[in-house]
């Protein structure tokens, strides 16, 4: 329980501007450390627009979901497809529409991991209908499948985080 409870505060709290600015955060494994930093990182690039370090973090949340913990691993999936959806603002979508796509397709893969180790994870269920979303933006005729796909992540992410 108290590994949960400081995975959760670690994850939750501000993200300093870059990874170096973080302190190990005590009592973390090594998997909760990883994605710490990796989140530190990821905000970090997301201010600056760096791609490659977007991409670092990605690849780092990624090595985070081998942890033994479901929540960590869950989070770890969570993070590796954010991650990518903040990648997803990089891409000229019209020129670039099937890169688009495949990432989109690589994040929901995650999050539907993230989903199943995890089914009160208010937050990929938000991340998965807005990913599946954009897909339908990008190829309109989608929309006729994955609406009701869409509208059953809701319904499922609003079971598990009422308030959220």
């Known amino acids: 329980m108290r590994t949960a409870l400081l995975t959760l505060l670690a994850l939750l ?6 990874a170096q600015d973080a302190a190990p955060e ?15 990182q990821l905000t970090g690039a997301v201010n600056t627009g ?14 985070a ?3 033994e913990d479901p929540r960590v691993h869950a989070y770890a999936h969570y993070y590796t497809a954010k991650a990518m959806e903040r990648r997803l603002v990089m891409f000229d979508r019209e020129e670039q529409r099937d890169e688009v796509v495949d990432l989109i397709d690589a ?8 989903e199943d180790l995890t ?8 991340l998965h209908s807005s990913l599946l979303g954009q897909k339908v933006g990008m190829k309109p005729m989608l929309g006729m499948i994955l609406g009701p796909k869409v509208g059953r992540i809701m319904e499922r992410g609003k079971a598990a985080g009422p308030d959220n």
């Open 26 to 40: 005590a009592g973390l494994s090594p998997s909760e450390q990883l994605i710490v930093d990796a989140r530190a």
């Open 119 to 126: 089914p009160d994870f208010a937050e990929a269920y938000a």
């Open 107 to 114: 994040a929901v893969e995650h999050l539907e991991q993230a």
């Open 50 to 63: 760096d791609q490659a370090s977007m991409q670092r973090a990605e690849a780092a949340f990624a090595r």
């Open 13 to 18: 709290r501000v993200a300093p501007a870059s």
């Open 65 to 67: 979901t081998n942890a």
